[in-house]
């Protein structure tokens, strides 16, 4: 009698075990995030948060479900940030340069600015010479409840802009009404131009209008897509004033907690497989942009390298001075400055110039 008790006792214990384990899979399995971005549904650079999600889904086998959401949507376009730190979304798939007023202008240097580095060149930075603690530890400065899993994705080089005239000096920007934000748009202001922070929506009508006299918006596939080379301006690159565009995947801090080890190796490894997957399907779209382009009859015009080269020593003129004003701005710039120096210096060594191997 007593060894059916006790037969029947580790039975039950077996069964509560069990019962548990399901309860903890079944409660895995609810695990659902919700992601926005700024962006318009359908915009082309929305392709990183869907396809983010999709490998989350996939290679969690649905213990942890990702619903993207476009700009507007649960909060205000722009606002993702401060839903993020506040946890009413769990995530967002935006760039820093958005929210510098909150974190200060260092963000800048995580995204695009005048001179600054590629996506290859940021992508080694960030995951193998101290980026990614920078970025980190710009939120966490401020006491953010954020955890920043880095970049999610890429664009390449944005077109310098759309200009009635060509730009053969920068002088050429004095009073022009120009649209633009950022550090470029700072850049652009002390060389006498009207900067204007025009909504992407309202560019078009803008430009037809005389309410503007040029402006940049993005890459060759993205302005081609919302019909600018209608307009009958001149294209103008290279895109210096930004030579690329990173997407930062920022979650709150809690929703991250809650994830299993796992479930954040999950996330990560999502993270860094997307950036490439985006980088592609970007610089390919802008590669059948550019022929579509050609084919419509778009006024091609290069910015003469003179011009390129005095962007660069403005813009370092002005990063000198910002440096001066804030301390971790100058840590951030002195990291990447010093890194790409001499990463530049070794492919410059040893990576041929693909010029030289392109067969007419």
Request: charged residues 20%; contains cysteine.
């Amino acid at each position: 009698m007593k060894r059916k008790a006790i037969v029947a006792l580790i039975a039950v214990s077996f069964l509560a075990s069990s019962l548990c384990m399901v309860q903890n899979v079944l409660a895995a399995k609810k695990i659902r995030w919700r992601l926005q971005g700024p962006f318009p549904a359908g915009m082309a650079v929305t392709y990183g948060s869907k396809e983010f999600a999709k490998k989350v889904n996939e290679a969690s086998g649905g213990r942890l479900r990702i619903k993207v959401f476009p700009g507007g949507a649960i909060v205000p376009a722009l606002k993702e940030f401060d839903a993020v730190n506040k946890g009413t979304i769990d995530a967002h798939f935006s760039g820093c340069h958005y929210h510098t007023s909150q974190i200060g202008l260092a963000g800048d240097l995580f995204n695009l600015y005048p001179a600054g580095p590629n996506p290859l060149e940021f992508a080694v930075w960030c995951y193998e010479a101290g980026g990614l603690e920078l970025w980190q530890e710009m939120y966490d400065r401020h006491n953010y409840n954020v955890v920043v899993v880095g970049p999610m994705g890429y664009s390449s080089a944005e077109l310098f802009g759309w200009f009635k005239k060509p730009i053969n000096s920068l002088s050429d920007f004095k009073g022009t009404k120009f649209r633009t934000a950022g550090i470029w748009g700072e850049l652009l202001t002390e060389l006498g131009a009207a900067v204007v922070q025009t909504p992407g929506g309202e560019i078009f009508e803008s430009m037809k209008r005389g309410v503007l006299d040029a402006f940049e918006f993005s890459t060759p596939g993205v302005d081609y897509s919302v019909g600018f080379h209608q307009l009958g301006a001149h294209m103008v690159g290279p895109g210096i004033h930004a030579p690329m565009a990173v997407y930062e995947l920022l979650v709150n801090k809690k929703s991250w907690e809650k994830l299993t080890p796992d479930l954040q190796a999950v996330v990560r490894v999502a993270a860094e497989a997307t950036s490439m997957r985006m980088l592609c399907a970007m610089d390919y779209g802008d590669v059948v942009a550019m022929d579509k382009l050609n084919v419509y009859g778009t006024k091609f015009y290069k910015l003469p390298v003179e011009v390129q080269k005095e962007v660069v020593k403005r813009a370092n003129d002005l990063y000198d001075r910002k440096a001066k004003e804030d301390p971790f701005f100058a840590k951030v710039l002195k990291s990447q400055r010093d890194f790409l120096k001499r990463y530049r210096a070794y492919k410059e060594f040893c990576q041929p110039d693909p010029a030289l191997m392109t067969v007419d």
